[in-house]
């Protein structure tokens, strides 16, 4: 199982594996309140796809399609994740205050897909 989670909301043992997937670190967290297994920065998107982005949420069709393509040449950075999913809950954490429209949602999203 593969859930989401922001890093505002307080870690749980049932999150299982939790994994950072944002490329930057979110602003006014401590690391170890976060109790993290993995920071995955690699995993996130681009800093120019990122930018182009720029949560607007008129633009996530195409943000979705130009992650997938991100991503589908970049398999080795998501061994990490499919291990851990095998072994049992990961939990994508991110920091973006849209909880529909992020990278964490995204990559959720391919993982289950493919």
């Known amino acids: ?29 401590k690391k170890e309140d976060l109790r993290l297994n993995y920071w995955l920065k690699e995993i996130s998107p681009s800093d120019e796809l990122r930018k ?14 130009r992650y997938f393509d991100e991503l589908d040449h970049n398999p080795e950075h998501l ?3 499919r291990a851990a999913a095998e072994q049992g809950t990961v939990t994508l954490i991110y920091a973006a205050k849209d909880e529909e ?9 391919y993982l289950t897909e493919h």
């Open 1 to 29: 199982m593969i859930r989401i989670k922001r890093v505002y909301e307080q870690p749980e043992i049932d999150d299982g594996v939790r994994i950072l997937v944002d490329r930057l670190w979110p602003r006014g967290v």
């Open 52 to 65: 182009w982005f720029g949560h607007d949420v008129d633009k996530w069709p195409e943000f979705l399609q």
């Open 79 to 81: 061994k990490t994740i």
């Open 101 to 109: 429209h992020n990278n964490a949602v995204a990559l959720q999203a």
